[in-house]
């Protein structure tokens, strides 16, 4: 079984930062690509960042200079560093990640959200 837990979520000014963390933990052999995820109320959940095992990125690009996606393979955890952030940031943010599970094999796993919210 395979867990993906986020933090780092809360309430932040317009302008300002946070960093989000996702942990990955459980019987894993390996991992692939790693990314966030968002999801504001009324909306599809939409992809914000991705990262391969290799650290190849992509963004959304509403938030292409704003936000960075890294990972570290060797704790299994990968980071969304927000700056700039604005009001439409606001959403419940996802951590995903394609995972080869002992036992198991290859399957998509979720974390349960963090709240993210951008208000003065």
């Known amino acids: 079984q395979v867990q993906l837990v986020e933090s780092g979520g809360g309430l932040v000014q317009p302008g300002g930062s946070l960093r989000l963390s996702c942990a990955a933990t459980?019987?894993?052999?390996?991992?692939?690509?790693m990314g966030w995820y968002r999801q504001a109320p009324g909306k599809q959940r939409e992809l914000v960042a991705g990262i391969t095992s290799g650290g190849n990125t992509n963004y959304a690009d509403s938030v292409k200079g704003r936000f960075t996606i890294s990972r570290d393979n060797a704790k299994n955890m990968v980071y969304l560093q927000m700056n700039s952030l604005k009001p439409e940031d606001t959403a419940v943010y996802y951590c995903?990640?394609?995972?080869?599970?002992?036992?198991?094999?290859?399957?998509?796993?979720w974390g349960k959200g963090t709240q993210v919210t951008v208000s003065s």
């Open positions: 459980g019987s894993i052999f390996s991992i692939y690509a």
């Open positions: 995903n990640a394609v995972v080869r599970a002992t036992m198991v094999g290859v399957g998509d796993y």
